[in-house]
């Protein structure tokens, strides 16, 4: 009496998490019908929303056939066995939740916070984008992304050369280059 392949189905979860900020947008991109459906159209079962200081409560489900098993929290005392357990990780643009995430190999989508003044993070996503080392969104092209990501063309980031981060960082502060 073996399980059938419908009644054993991987579990996939997408781990969205805004750090200790309040990133009201990106919560609302998650909870939307689109992205909800998009995300199960390419295999994903669970979306777990770390939702910080943020005042948005995003839709609680239990999942099934058609739908996305959908949990939040405000806080963890370390999100890194959420990060570990997941199978793409959607973020805010904070440095420590980028190259953590990076770090331990997982797909990325980083959605910039366009509601921040002198974003410095934008810079910083899509330059990792543009290395293709992670996917990068603006809470309104959320859905897209997720639509046309190709997680086989990203390349895995290592971790050791600072140079080009800090030939980044001097760019973006107006320093000379060398």
């Known amino acids: 009496m073996g399980d059938t392949e419908a009644t054993v189905k991987s579990k996939k979860t997408v781990f969205v998490t805004v750090g200790t900020t309040s990133f009201d947008a990106l919560i609302r991109a998650v909870d939307t019908h689109e992205v909800k459906a ?4 390419r ?6 929303i770390q939702m910080g200081r943020g005042s948005y409560i995003p839709t609680k489900s239990e999942g099934g056939d058609e739908t996305l098993a959908v949990d939040y929290f405000t806080f963890s005392s370390s999100i890194a066995d959420h990060l570990r357990a997941a199978s793409l990780v959607i973020s805010h643009a904070g440095s420590g939740s980028i190259f953590e995430t990076l770090r331990l190999g997982k797909p ?6 366009e509601d921040l003044m002198d974003n410095h993070q934008s810079e910083l996503a899509e330059e990792l984008a543009d290395r293709k080392h992670l996917y990068y969104a603006r809470p309104l092209t959320l859905h897209r992304v997720i639509a046309d990501m190709n997680l086989d063309s990203l390349i895995p980031y290592h971790p050791g050369d600072a140079t080009p981060v800090a030939k980044l960082i001097n760019q973006f502060l107006g320093f000379a280059d060398d």
């Open 38 to 41: 998009e995300l199960l159209r």
């Open 108 to 113: 990325l989508i980083v959605v910039v916070n």
């Open 43 to 48: 295999g994903y079962t669970q979306l777990l």
